[in-house]
């Protein structure tokens, strides 16, 4: 009797866990109306998209429609969460950052970093690219460690992932901000520093316009990007573990690299 009293408590136990378990998991699947109010508290959500980096997003000269990854998985999350999508494009990753930190939009896609995460909530990342440097074909600058050196100047996108990483981490070299990534190449070569720095893709096709450049091997830094909402919102715990599962299921459904495929992306890999 007491044998079969102990298994019928213990299946009661396991019918109980496995209810809180399904509840749990159905509450990582949706966002609550409170927090969908605050998360997008003008009824559409208001997603900034970083033309700052061809990686993630494009837009055609002639239409001005936008296209690449990061158009994707915003318009996926607005269907999850029957939102319309208002797509409002920057030129750089600082301006996305202060539009979100003023509340201007309700979304960004942008690299994680230590100095953005006072305000900005990150998800887990959804894409690794690399940031590496490139100098003149007659540089005697052979490597990546041989930049850190006093005398040698860095000309880096103002505001950019790789110009907050090597403002903390360069030691001896000192750094020239360009107005954006894409000006980086052009301001090298009109005569500004000794080593230009940026996303590796950015840097291998805006150099296709110039002679005489070449690649350092490998990367200085790995670039991890994620989704990022601001942390002045109620609730945004709740808005960004729901994110972060969305994520989660993007990357593990193959949703991101076909995403990366369609749109030709090259050099960059899914995060683990």
């Given at each position: 009797?007491?044998?079969?009293?102990?298994?019928?408590?213990?299946?009661?136990?396991l019918?109980?866990a496995?209810?809180a378990?399904?509840?749990?998991?159905?509450?990582?699947k949706?966002?609550?109306?409170?927090?969908?109010?605050?998360?997008?508290?003008?009824?559409?959500?208001?997603?900034?998209?970083?033309?700052?980096?061809?990686?993630?997003?494009?837009?055609d000269?002639?239409?001005?429609?936008?296209?690449?990854?990061?158009?994707?998985?915003?318009?996926?999350?607005?269907?999850?969460?029957?939102?319309?999508?208002?797509?409002?494009?920057?030129?750089?990753?600082?301006?996305?950052?202060d539009?979100?930190?003023?509340?201007?939009?309700?979304?960004?896609?942008?690299a994680?970093?230590?100095v953005?995460?006072?305000?900005?909530?990150?998800?887990?990342?959804?894409?690794?690219?690399e940031?590496?440097?490139?100098?003149?074909?007659?540089?005697?600058?052979?490597?990546?460690?041989?930049?850190?050196?006093?005398g040698?100047?860095?000309?880096?996108?103002?505001?950019?992932?790789?110009?907050?990483?090597?403002?903390?981490?360069?030691?001896?070299?000192?750094?020239?901000?360009?107005?954006?990534?894409?000006?980086?190449?052009?301001?090298f070569?009109?005569?500004?520093?000794?080593?230009?720095?940026?996303?590796?893709?950015?840097?291998?096709?805006?150099a296709k316009?110039?002679e005489?450049?070449?690649?350092?091997?490998?990367?200085?830094?790995?670039?991890?990007?994620?989704?990022?909402?601001?942390?002045a919102?109620?609730?945004y715990?709740?808005?960004?573990?729901?994110?972060?599962?969305?994520i989660?299921?993007?990357?593990?459904?193959?949703?991101?690299?076909?995403s990366?495929?369609?749109?030709?992306?090259?050099?960059?890999?899914?995060?683990?």
């Open positions: 009797m007491k044998l079969l009293f102990s298994l019928a408590t213990t299946l009661a136990l019918c109980t496995q209810i378990f399904s509840q749990s998991f159905k509450d990582m949706t966002l609550d109306s409170t927090s969908l109010t605050s998360f997008a508290p003008t009824g559409t959500l208001r997603v900034g998209i970083n033309l700052g980096n061809p990686i993630l997003a494009n837009e000269p002639n239409t001005k429609h936008l296209f690449g990854v990061t158009i994707d998985i915003a318009n996926e999350i607005g269907k999850r969460i029957q939102l319309p999508v208002e797509l409002i494009p920057f030129k750089t990753a600082g301006a996305t950052v539009a979100v930190k003023s509340g201007n939009i309700d979304l960004v896609f942008v994680i970093d230590p953005r995460g006072a305000d900005i909530s990150y998800t887990p990342a959804y894409i690794q690219i940031g590496a440097y490139m100098v003149k074909s007659a540089s005697p600058i052979q490597v990546n460690e041989e930049v850190d050196v006093a040698t100047e860095i000309v880096v996108g103002k505001g950019s992932a790789y110009d907050l990483y090597l403002t903390r981490e360069i030691k001896h070299a000192s750094l020239l901000r360009a107005a954006s990534s894409q000006a980086v190449v052009d301001d070569m009109s005569g500004k520093g000794s080593v230009a720095a940026g996303v590796k893709q950015q840097l291998e096709s805006d316009r110039y005489g450049l070449r690649m350092l091997p490998g990367r200085f830094m790995v670039i991890h990007q994620a989704i990022g909402i601001p942390k919102r109620s609730n715990e709740n808005t960004n573990s729901y994110l972060s599962n969305v989660a299921e993007l990357k593990q459904s193959g949703f991101v690299a076909d990366m495929k369609r749109h030709n992306i090259q050099g960059a890999k899914v995060a683990d």
